[in-house]
């Protein structure tokens, strides 16, 4: 079953912070994160396995809440390369094979 | 190194043709997958494929078919095209199953 993203999209100023938030009805083994700017592919942030770990990637970082069965990315500090729509990816096994959100479209002004 | 090539960039067929895409991993990885992307929504799972073999398939007709070859490139055929699978059609590569590397894909237009 597709994830739920929220917002659907947010618009900024840079430097302003955007939390990005991906739900699912199903049990995960983990959460990807991807960006894509228009006309291009999707871009890989990062991967949340299960067990609530929080990665980071200088201003962007992303929690898992296993029992929630919730993911959100956080944006800190935007910069106009933000702008994108970002896709939360979920994988119910170890099996590669992932069920994408409708994504989220952010769009950083200056 | 080079990504995953996709090609061609953009196709433009007629109602009930077929079409062939094709796609290189990038060096190294071994497991290939294919997805489909409709205008405004995420990426939708066609396949997957790895060393060869179909590890998984999704919610697709049987007029989607595709396959690895021994250098792990992989082809994707549409048969008997219909309005409907006028899309982007990614394929990403992987070392294991994840994380997925995505080419720029393929733009198929069905008049």
């Known amino acids: 079953q597709q994830p739920v993203q929220s917002p659907q999209a947010v618009i900024l100023r840079e430097g302003e912070d955007a939390v990005i938030n991906c739900s699912s009805s199903?049990?995960?083994?983990?959460v990807h994160w991807y960006r894509q700017k228009h006309g291009e592919a999707p871009v890989f942030l990062m991967i949340l396995l299960k067990g609530g770990e929080q990665k980071g990637h200088e201003k962007i970082s992303a929690s898992f809440n296993e029992k929630k069965q919730q993911s959100s990315l956080y944006l800190t500090a935007s910069q106009l390369s933000y702008s994108g729509t970002y896709f939360c990816g979920t994988e119910a096994g170890n099996t590669g094979k992932l069920i994408f959100g409708q994504g989220t479209t952010l769009q950083v002004k200056p | 190194d080079a990504g995953v090539t996709q090609s061609p960039t953009h196709l433009i067929k007629t109602r009930g043709q077929h079409v062939t895409l094709r796609c290189s991993p990038i060096s190294g990885h071994k497991s290939v997958s294919w997805y489909q992307q409709v205008l405004g929504q995420g990426p939708q799972f066609i396949f997957q494929?790895?060393?060869?073999?179909?590890?998984g398939r999704g919610n697709f007709p049987d007029r989607f078919s595709a396959r690895q070859f021994p250098n792990y490139s992989s082809e994707l055929n549409v048969n008997a095209l219909l309005l409907g699978d006028s899309a982007l059609y990614l394929c990403?590569?992987?070392?294991?199953?994840?994380?997925?590397?995505f080419g720029n894909g393929t733009r198929l237009t069905v008049t």
């Open positions: 494929y790895y060393e060869k073999e179909e590890r």
């Open positions: 199903k049990a995960l083994y983990s």
């Open positions: 990403a590569s992987s070392l294991g199953n994840s994380p997925l590397h």
